[in-house]
């Protein structure tokens, strides 16, 4: 009880604690999380890494609210995420978490502006502020020329810009980004880390997944997982010293 | 947000215009066919009654009954007993609007160099009202006629053809039976009766000269059948009982013998046409509606495989924050601006086919409202119906497997 009061008044954005998560099927029952405890600050920059198969993509579902775990507790911005409803859950995903995927996931049919303005259509915005508001966040991406364009008219690294302008549009508390850069070069690679990082820095908490440790490099911290558990969880030496001298 | 679903439904249905062309097809078709076999059904029970009309509403026919003379017996329409006093009596019933007594037989009618053999009906005017048979031309004899027997004809349409040819009748003197009768007027086109007899193809004469210049007669003032309308069909039952009551009474005829009359309703007969039209256009209607439902079906089976194939972009909508009953409304949406879309192409099809119908055919074809209000709300239903599995399909799909579907 006192702990659950504890947890309530926690300014963590994120706090998981013994999630388990397990698959059934006709072979049996497969354990992919095992006793997985992790919690994150407003403002934090997480990278999780992992081989694949280590859990870190399930990992990604719970924090989403996109998957539920078997076990455990997650509580996201106060809130314990296994009292939600679906159409609490819908809301969560559409109003707290800004999500971006390895394969940017735009509708194909739909030009950029409705694609970055999509979320709030189910958060019930009016049109004209639908659009004003698209328009101010293709306008931060770069992409304002490219408002009435098809995704299949731009390059890779501008849909994913215009993938993470949608995920941005509700103002979301926290950007879950799956292997953002899996599908990019290196180059435009570096120009959408360095996009994460200046969101990071306006406030915005992130969780991204990826493989390669360049990548992960850009967040403070790193955290590794190997067959469903944290193994390793530190800072980047850099930031601590920053964070120190911050402190001092 | 609304009118953004509705924008997506669009978007969606342009995306593959000839898929959605061809599901919409089927609603075409099957709207158009059921608006068009109810238009001829409703056609054909228009002309229905409109024979029926013609013919003449509440309607009983009463005939004088058969007489035995040494073993042999006559059939019905022979006895003498029937009298214009009988129909007089039964004009006072309570009831009866109208009656006419008739006497008929055949005749030749000669004008000038023509001659045509035809039906002469004794009658009085009352018999053009009962009939609702209106004059063309000309005007009708009167009582006075009647009561002095003059020698004044209304002539059918058939007549007028074939003995007037390009001449009008009207004021000429036509002979029939080497009688010379003044031609008063020209019957309007009755077309043919519902069993077959061409209705123009008679002169119609005061009953009192039919009877002692044309048709003879050994007794005076008897006929074969009076004409009889009742004022409403509710009161049918009750006039044929006094008409059956009041000739029991005159003719004395004890109870139990066999009456020398008979009463017969007419409109017994047309009530069976109209019945069988009727049944006819529900099955016409139920025929059409077949191909309304195989409509809502390939709408259900384009729709679940337009499902399948954006399994990923549901994904991405919940992954943004859809709730399920945004994507079963969204999937919902779009069966029913298609069924919608395909009912109004279908109406106008209709409409213009049964048009059509009537310009060519010349039929009676008759377009009413309600036809296309059923039409429209049955496929407004059926894209209800049929799309609502396909769209629960798509709003219970696991967002995260929706994601991963390629």
């Known amino acids: 009880m006192a702990q659950s009061l504890a947890k309530k008044i926690s300014k963590n954005l994120v706090d998981v604690r013994d999630l388990h998560k397990d698959y059934y099927t006709v072979a049996g ?3 992919v999380l095992k006793q997985v405890n992790f919690s994150m600050d407003i403002g934090d920059y997480v990278a999780i890494m992992g081989p694949s198969g280590s859990g870190k993509s399930t990992f990604m579902n719970i924090l989403g609210c996109l998957d539920q775990p078997t076990n455990g507790e997650y509580s996201l911005d106060g809130h314990q995420v296994a009292n939600l409803s679906a159409n609490a859950l819908a809301q969560t995903r559409n109003q707290t978490i800004g999500f971006v995927f390895q394969g940017f996931n735009l509708l194909s049919r739909v030009n950029l502006i409705d694609n970055v303005a999509l979320p709030l259509v189910y958060a ?9 508001r698209a328009k101010v966040l293709l306008k931060k991406v770069g992409l304002e020329l490219h408002m009435q364009s098809m995704p299949n008219q731009i390059s890779g690294g501008q849909q994913q810009r215009v ?62 997982f190997l067959d469903g558990r944290i193994v390793q969880d530190e800072r980047s030496k850099e930031i601590y010293s920053q964070l120190s001298t911050e402190a001092s | 947000m609304f009118s953004a679903m509705l924008g997506e439904a669009w978007r969606a249905m342009g995306a593959n215009r000839l898929r959605t062309f061809l599901t919409m097809l089927g609603m075409v078709i099957g709207v158009a066919s059921v608006v ?13 009654k409109q024979s029926i009309n013609a013919m003449g509403s509440n309607l009983f026919i009463v005939l004088s009954g058969s007489f035995t003379a040494g073993g042999v017996r ?15 009596a039964i004009g006072e019933l309570d009831g009866v609007a109208n009656v006419a007594p008739i006497s008929t037989g055949g005749g030749q009618a000669v004008f000038g160099s023509n001659n045509w053999s035809t039906t002469i009906t004794g009658t009085s005017p009352s018999y053009l009202d009962i009939r609702s048979w209106e004059l063309e031309d000309g005007f ?31 004021g000429k003197t036509i002979r029939i039976k080497q009688n010379p009768f003044i031609v008063l007027g020209v019957l309007k086109s009755k077309g043919q009766s519902l069993d077959g007899r061409d209705q123009d193809d008679t002169i119609v004469i005061p009953l009192t ?31 044929e009982q006094n008409i059956n009551a009041l000739l029991h009474q005159r003719h004395k005829i004890r109870d139990g013998a066999d009456s020398d009359f008979f009463v017969r309703n007419l409109t017994a007969v047309a009530n069976s046409a109209a019945e069988t039209t009727r049944t006819m256009s529900l099955l016409l209607g139920a025929i059409a509606s077949v191909s309304l439902l195989v409509g ?64 060519l055919a010349e039929a009676a074809v008759v377009i009413s409202g309600n036809s296309i209000l059923i039409a429209f709300g049955v496929a407004a239903s059926v894209g209800v119906f049929f799309g609502y599995y396909p769209a629960r399909k798509a709003a219970r799909l696991n967002p995260i497997e929706a994601l991963r579907y390629q």
């Open chain 2, 140 to 170: 009708v004899f009167s009582a006075s006629d009647m009561r002095s027997a003059t020698r004044v004809a209304l002539v059918g349409k058939t007549v007028v053809d074939n003995l007037f040819g390009d001449i009008d009748p009207i």
């Open chain 1, 29 to 31: 029952t497969i354990s």
């Open chain 2, 296 to 359: 809502g079906i390939g709408i259900m089976n384009i729709m679940l495989v337009s499902v399948t194939e954006r399994t990923r972009e549901i994904g991405i909508r919940m992954a943004i924050g859809a709730r399920e009953r945004d994507i079963l409304l969204q999937f919902l949406l779009e069966a029913i601006v298609i069924s919608v879309i395909g009912c109004l192409i279908g109406l106008a099809l209709g409409i213009s086919g049964a048009m059509l119908v009537n310009k």
């Open chain 2, 36 to 48: 068009l076999m109810m238009a001829v059904g409703q056609g054909a029970q228009e002309s229905v």
């Open chain 1, 124 to 132: 019930g915005v009016e049109k004209t502020e639908r659009q004003a």
């Open chain 2, 209 to 239: 000269t039919a009877q002692r210049k044309i048709l003879g007669n050994q007794f005076a003032g008897s006929v074969r059948q009076v004409i009889v309308q009742a004022t409403t069909p509710e009161m049918m039952p009750t006039v």
């Open chain 1, 163 to 224: 993938a993470i302008a949608r995920a941005l549009i509700n103002n979301p508390r926290l950007i879950l980004a799956d292997e953002p850069t899996g599908n990019l070069d290196s180059s435009t690679s570096e120009e959408i880390m360095v996009l994460f990082s200046e969101l990071n820095q306006d406030g915005i908490s992130i969780i991204l997944v990826t493989h390669e440790t360049e990548i992960a490099a850009h967040a403070s911290r790193q955290v590794r």
């Open chain 2, 74 to 88: 006559s059939g019905s329409g022979n006895s003498s007993t029937l009298t214009v006093l009988d129909a007089n």
